[in-house]
């Protein structure tokens, strides 16, 4: 059996039980007085416009349902749909377009792309996690270039002068950051890594000058020298990390085709999210769109500042 084929993801009652079960295991919880489990469930009734899933606080006498507070308030489209479009893209390795998402869900193209990022909101980890490498282990860091910076003209293929720059670091083993730089240089690249990274990790890297110096702040810093034809000295290398940008890239211009600079910073948390809970890692579909669900409180994002 599917699945997609739960009836979450086809009846609205289900899915506001199923979202509650989620994010509230100790009963409902008051968005606006904050009591636990003191609330009265009302019975929805679509002729007298009762939303499903209302509560009534017992203390402060307000209602409130469980999409308050979360990525999904106000959304307009119904429950179910949304848990099917987080399952869709916490499912699919390089991503889901918003008009798949729009064919799919049945809604209109808008709804489908707003929907798409409030989810990569979600995803988003805010790398407030453990320093990666702790306990000496082993961290591989890159920088690739995608699309064009904002303003800037078109330019003949293979120039890396009027694109963005994104810098990555992924843990053997372990988790993913990315993130969207201003440009390559040492000052603002190093200063990433050192925040990111435990001083008793064992760095990984190309020849890049703007890594020099790194030895200093960490176990040990090995480079392998990509002018040179040299991809990996043993467990000298940095193929891990360039597998991931692989993946990044085919989702980039297979799937999303075309994305605006001030959006990147979310596809890379859609990115950065799926690759650190991937199945490698013992993390299937389900358990990955689980761990989405959990990141939609305390978010909030709207259809204006979705474009600024």
């Known amino acids: 059996m599917s699945v997609l084929?739960?009836?979450?993801?086809?009846?609205?009652?289900?899915?506001?039980?199923?979202?509650?079960?989620a994010l509230w295991p100790a009963g409902p919880v008051c968005c606006h007085c904050g009591v636990v489990n003191n609330a009265t469930r009302i019975k929805?009734?679509?002729?007298?416009?009762?939303?499903?899933?209302?509560?009534?606080?017992?203390d402060?006498?307000?209602?409130?349902?469980?999409?308050?507070?979360?990525?999904f308030e106000h959304a307009r489209i119904p429950l179910h749909k949304m848990l099917q479009a987080v399952h869709l893209m916490c499912s699919s390795k390089k991503g889901i377009s918003a008009h798949q998402l729009h064919r799919i869900l049945e809604v209109q193209y808008k709804t489908a792309w707003f929907l798409a990022h409030r989810i990569r909101e979600a995803m988003k980890g805010?790398?407030?996690?453990?320093?990666?490498?702790?306990?000496?282990?082993?961290?591989?860091?890159?920088?690739?270039?995608?699309?064009?910076?904002?303003?800037?003209?078109?330019?003949?293929?293979?120039?890396?002068?009027?694109?963005?720059?994104?810098l990555a670091l992924v843990e053997r083993g372990g988790s993913?950051?990315?993130?969207?730089?201003?440009?390559?240089?040492?000052?603002?690249?190093?200063?990433?890594?050192?925040?990111n990274v435990a001083p008793d990790a064992?760095?990984?890297?190309?020849?890049?000058?703007?890594?020099?110096?790194?030895?200093?702040?960490?176990?040990?810093?090995?480079?392998?020298?990509?002018?040179?034809?040299?991809?990996?000295r043993g467990e000298v290398h940095t193929n891990t990390v360039e597998g991931s940008f692989s993946i990044f890239k085919r989702g980039?211009?297979?799937?999303?085709?075309?994305?605006?600079?001030k959006h990147l910073h979310r596809y890379l948390a859609e990115f950065e999210f799926r690759y650190t809970n991937?199945?490698?890692?013992?993390?299937?579909?389900?358990?990955?769109?689980?761990?989405?669900?959990?990141?939609?409180?305390?978010?909030?994002?709207?259809?204006r500042t979705a474009n600024v």
């Open 126 to 166: 805010g790398n407030l996690g453990p320093l990666m490498g702790s306990g000496g282990g082993t961290v591989e860091v890159d920088e690739t270039f995608i699309g064009r910076l904002e303003g800037q003209p078109l330019r003949k293929s293979g120039t890396t002068t009027y694109k963005n720059t994104v």
């Open 252 to 261: 980039m211009k297979g799937i999303y085709q075309h994305c605006a600079e």
């Open 5 to 21: 084929s739960q009836p979450h993801f086809h009846d609205e009652e289900a899915a506001f039980a199923f979202l509650e079960e």
């Open 176 to 195: 993913s950051r990315m993130f969207h730089v201003e440009g390559t240089t040492k000052g603002e690249l190093q200063r990433i890594i050192r925040a």
């Open 60 to 71: 402060c006498g307000k209602q409130f349902t469980v999409k308050i507070g979360t990525v």
């Open 44 to 58: 929805a009734n679509p002729e007298k416009r009762v939303r499903y899933g209302l509560h009534k606080c017992r």
């Open 278 to 303: 991937r199945v490698a890692l013992g993390i299937g579909d389900v358990a990955r769109a689980d761990r989405a669900l959990k990141g939609i409180v305390g978010k909030r994002l709207t259809y």
């Open 202 to 232: 064992h760095v990984r890297t190309d020849e890049g000058r703007w890594y020099l110096g790194l030895d200093q702040h960490f176990a040990s810093h090995e480079r392998v020298n990509h002018g040179e034809k040299e991809y990996g």
